[in-house]
Structure formats: structure tokens, C-alpha cells
């Protein structure tokens, strides 16, 4: 018994000298906890409204690029419509003057005045402006006389013996052929020698 008031007088003397109880003790750890676990929640509310505002920020960047890709595509097809639609404006701004010179020949010619010489003079000029033109948009004719046969170049129309001319080689040209940018367009019809 001695010893339980031992006891019992040390934890009133810790009492006394202000060392909390076991009670007490809980208690404040309990209010700690409930501390602990509000900052937590203000943090994890903290973080959430962060989280929110980024990923607005995000949704908001996304729609943007949307729309601008949406732009894009359509400028795009636009571009390509009007490449399309406009692609031959430079040959044919090239091409009218030697349609008008053309037409300038055809009235000339009905005139009473007329001359052949005069005639094939213009029908010469007119010719070398469209020669001018198909040359300025890299169209090269494709004369293949006295050359050899080449079926990617040339399509032969017939074979003829000719004594003059060495096997395989182009006698005369029916047809002139054509290549675009060095891609063939039309083929040269020629003679053959065989």
C-alpha cells in the first residue's frame, strides 16, 4: 500500500508540475490528429484548385490549337482549290499573245491584198511566239530525224527499207512528240529505217 501512494503521489506531483495526463495526453493528440488533418485537407484543397486551374489553363490551350489547326486545313484546301483552279493562269497569260498574232493572221488573210509571202511570214512569226511560250514553261519538242529509235521517245509508225540509212534510224518524222519537264507528254510518230 505503501508503494500504491508512492505511485499515486508521483503522478500527483507530475500533475503538479504540469505534465499532462494520459487523458490529457490523448486529448491533445486527438486535437493534433484533427489539426494534422485539416491542414492536409486545406493542402489537398490547395493542390485540387491548382490542379483545376492547370487543367483549365490546358483545355483552354487545346481549343486554341484546335481552332488554329481548323484554320490551317481550311486555308489549306483553299490554297490547293485555287493551285488547282489557277494553275495554268501564267501559260495562258502567255499563250494570248500568240492567239491574238493568230487571229491577227486569220483577218489579214481574208484580206484582198493578201500575199502568200505575207501570209507565211506571220503564220512563221506566230509559230516561234508559241514555240516561245511552250519553251518558257519547259515543253521541248521532240524531232528524232536521222537519230536512232527510241521506243521511250519515239513510236514508230512503219519500217521502210532505205539503202541511205543505217538499221533503227528515224528516216522522217510524222509527227513531232513533246516532253514536259523532261516527262514525256506525247511521243514523236516517225518512219523507220529497217
Given at each position: 500500500m505503501a508503494e500504491n501512494k508512492t505511485k499515486k503521489r508521483s503522478v500527483?506531483?507530475?500533475?503538479?508540475?504540469?505534465?499532462?495526463?494520459?487523458?490529457?495526453?490523448l486529448e491533445?493528440?486527438?486535437?493534433?490528429?484533427?489539426?494534422?488533418?485539416e491542414a492536409v485537407s486545406e493542402d489537398i484543397e490547395a493542390l485540387?484548385?491548382?490542379?483545376?486551374?492547370?487543367?483549365?489553363?490546358?483545355?483552354?490551350?487545346?481549343?486554341?490549337?484546335q481552332a488554329d489547326m481548323e484554320n490551317l486545313r481550311r486555308r489549306t484546301r483553299?490554297?490547293?482549290e485555287n493551285a488547282h483552279k489557277y494553275a495554268l493562269n501564267k501559260f495562258v497569260d502567255a499563250l494570248i499573245p500568240a492567239m491574238d498574232s493568230m487571229e491577227m493572221g486569220v483577218d489579214a488573210a481574208k484580206k484582198e491584198e493578201?500575199?502568200?509571202?505575207?501570209?507565211?511570214?506571220?503564220?512563221?512569226?506566230?509559230f516561234?511566239?508559241?514555240?516561245?511560250?511552250?519553251?518558257?514553261?519547259?515543253v521541248e519538242r521532240?524531232?528524232?530525224k536521222g537519230e536512232k529509235f527510241d521506243p521511250q521517245f519515239h513510236e514508230?509508225?512503219?519500217m521502210i527499207p532505205s539503202p541511205d540509212h543505217e538499221s533503227n534510224t528515224v528516216v522522217d518524222v510524222i509527227q513531232k512528240g513533246y516532253s514536259l519537264n523532261e516527262r514525256l507528254i506525247r511521243p514523236a510518230r516517225v518512219i523507220v529505217a529497217q
Open positions: 500527483d506531483q507530475i500533475n503538479e508540475e504540469g505534465v499532462p495526463t494520459v487523458e490529457e495526453a491533445n493528440s486527438e486535437e493534433a490528429l484533427e489539426q494534422a488533418q485540387l484548385a491548382e490542379s483545376r486551374s492547370e487543367a483549365e489553363k490546358h483545355k483552354d490551350m487545346a481549343l486554341r490549337i483553299l490554297d490547293v493578201a500575199t502568200i509571202e505575207s501570209i507565211r511570214e506571220g503564220i512563221d512569226i506566230t516561234k511566239q508559241l514555240l516561245d511560250v511552250l519553251g518558257e514553261f519547259n521532240i524531232d528524232p514508230a509508225m512503219t
